[in-house]
């Protein structure tokens, strides 16, 4: 049995798991068990805006319920004002006004991270706690009840309708998941600097994921005025939105079963504790205490469940079988001798680079081109500034003094993301692929363009990585590696730059990379900038090379010229004297 093979994914078990329940709930006599199981499927769409903001895109917020709020609220002033259309209508009525609200929210939370943004969306949370509790709910005085849609009046057909809601968003995530955009989001939680170096705009990113998990709050608001015919400011205290938030971060509400097993306790939690007769104010010390253990364990419940199933699978089957792309044959291009760089178009120019971190001066006055169609090696040992280098010219490091041309044109003042989408892409030392992704949607995402399944295939065979559905999860640290690369020059910018690629690879693995990089100039019309160590790799694949010490350049020129060069020797032997 292959374990890659392909399997329902949880969504469609997750579907499933709810049709059979609202089937279920339809024929139940207990309309408190039918109110119970309504005010879980609400929770659980409150789970996927959680699973959305957090989950996915990585980002604190504790205001949730506060979107859910406004959606209640335009729910409950659209029956009392009679707009036509009816509920239907009305929920996404309120889940738009919710929309508006994430933006506005998102918007100054931008520049926030971790315990600040944590503090800001919950000092909104509470605001709108007064707001709400001086403003009546529209309705509330005259007791006027939300109308229910057309069909689903009773309990039990309402029960139903919430489900199929929550059917909607599952899929609606399902097909966010496997768009680049969803594929963004993951990055951005993974690693910022990351999905800068792949164009993605992380502020944009962050605002998107409050603008979509804004929606589905207020939608599943207004399926809980729904519920209840008349909401109060008590129903989304800005206390429960830590409540939901702790359950979310502690089952993993990004996952169809994490998003479920929410709701359900979210819901039931609070029923199961009268009839202890525990105080409802502990509520909030157990879902911490279960946040704690998400911080200790580093994953949610469900996503430690997946991992250890896939473990039990690996282990049973002895071996871990990972198909590979197998497309049309790929046509080998020869290693080319090292090109004249004279003559040559620059695609990238540094003129006096200079970088200072206080009294240091970590590159001082580098200049150097890389030409179109070419190979350049940026050599040297550690500490001699290259990273730095690599940092400054991709935009990760705002403050230095010189110029970045690209293709003739200056690139200083850019964020990061926007010097990548105009073609300068890097790699990092550490490998920055996250493993909540499949090796085809990581490719999409650092080409940083849409590809065809068939390009995906393709340039995946020709780094002789895994097939595009495999887990990243599963996938060694060297293939990675090799993966990064091979998604960046799938975008065919006109200059990537490597930093450290071979590092970690096998012979046989470094022979593969040489012979790719030699390929990528003709193959992508991209010219490489090649940090590294491997002197024999820099050798072989390289037109020209740059050696740089102590932040200067002591030597340029051809590579067997340059790396016998005494200076060069002496610096790396660290006899030089500066």
């Not at 792309?325 to 090109?339: F, Q, S, T």
Request: charged content about 15%.
């Amino acid at each position: 049995m292959d374990l890659f093979r392909r399997r329902p994914h949880p969504a469609v078990l997750g579907l499933l798991f709810a049709a059979v329940v609202a089937a279920a709930g339809a024929g139940f006599a207990n309309n408190h068990f039918t109110f119970l199981l309504t005010g879980a499927a609400v929770s659980t769409v409150f789970m996927q805006s959680y699973g959305l903001i957090t989950g996915r895109a990585g980002v604190i917020s504790l205001c949730q319920l506060s979107f859910a709020a406004i959606g209640a609220w335009v729910v409950g002033w659209a029956n009392v004002a009679g707009v036509p259309g009816g509920f239907v209508v009305w929920l996404l009525l309120g889940g738009v006004a919710a929309t508006a609200a994430g933006v506005l929210i998102g918007l100054p939370a931008l520049r926030l991270r971790g315990v600040n943004l944590a503090v800001a969306t919950f000092a909104f949370a509470m605001a709108l706690d007064v707001v709400f509790t001086g403003i009546p709910y529209p309705g509330q005085g005259d007791y006027d009840f939300v109308r229910r849609p057309a069909g689903f009046t009773t309990d039990s057909a309402y029960f139903v309708f919430t489900v199929i809601v929550v059917a909607l968003l599952f899929l609606g995530l399902r097909y966010l998941d496997r768009t680049r955009a969803g594929g963004a989001l993951v990055e951005i939680r993974h690693s910022e600097r990351a999905a800068a170096a792949h164009g993605i705009s992380v502020a944009r990113g962050k605002l998107t994921a409050f603008a979509l998990s804004a929606f589905v709050a207020g939608v599943g608001g207004g399926l809980m005025a729904g519920q209840l015919g008349i909401v109060t400011a008590g129903n989304f205290a800005a206390f429960a939105s830590v409540s939901f938030f702790a359950i979310a971060l502690f089952v993993g509400s990004d996952n169809v079963e994490g998003a479920i097993a929410g709701g359900l306790m979210g819901a039931l939690f609070p029923v199961l504790l009268d009839a202890l007769g525990v105080p409802q104010d502990l509520a909030v010390l157990f879902f911490a205490v279960g946040a704690v253990q998400v911080l200790r364990l580093g994953g949610s419940q469900t996503d430690l469940l997946r991992a250890r199933r896939r473990r039990r699978k690996v282990a049973r089957m002895g071996s871990l079988p990972i198909p590979h792309a197998n497309p049309k044959p790929i046509v080998p291009l020869r290693l080319r001798a090292p090109r004249d760089t004279a003559d040559a178009t620059p695609a990238l120019e540094v003129r006096d680079l200079r970088v200072r971190f206080g009294s240091l001066t970590a590159v001082d006055g580098v200049s150097l081109v890389v030409p179109r169609g070419h190979v350049v090696g940026l050599v040297g040992p550690n500490g001699a500034g290259k990273s730095t280098l690599i940092n400054t010219v991709t935009g990760f490091t705002a403050d230095y003094s010189g110029q970045v041309l690209l293709n003739g044109r200056a690139v200083d003042g850019l964020a990061a993301h926007r010097r990548a989408r105009l073609g300068l892409r890097r790699s990092f030392q550490q490998s920055r692929v996250p493993e909540q992704l499949t090796v085809g949607m990581f490719v999409q995402v650092a080409a940083g363009r849409s590809l065809s399944g068939e390009e995906v295939d393709e340039q995946l065979a020709l780094f002789e990585c895994p097939a595009a559905d495999v887990p990243i999860a599963v996938v060694d640290v060297a293939t990675r590696r090799l993966l990064e690369v091979a998604g960046l020059a799938a975008g065919r910018p006109p200059v990537l730059l490597l930093d450290e690629p071979a590092a970690g690879h096998s012979g046989a693995e470094t022979e593969l990379l040489q012979r790719r990089l030699a390929e990528i100039p003709e193959r992508f019309d991209t010219a490489v900038l090649l940090v590294e160590h491997d002197i024999e790799l820099v050798r072989s694949t390289c037109d020209s090379v740059v050696v740089v010490d102590f932040g200067e350049v002591i030597a340029c020129g051809p590579p067997d010229e340059v790396l016998a060069d005494p200076a060069v020797i002496a610096a790396y032997l660290g006899s030089a004297t500066r």
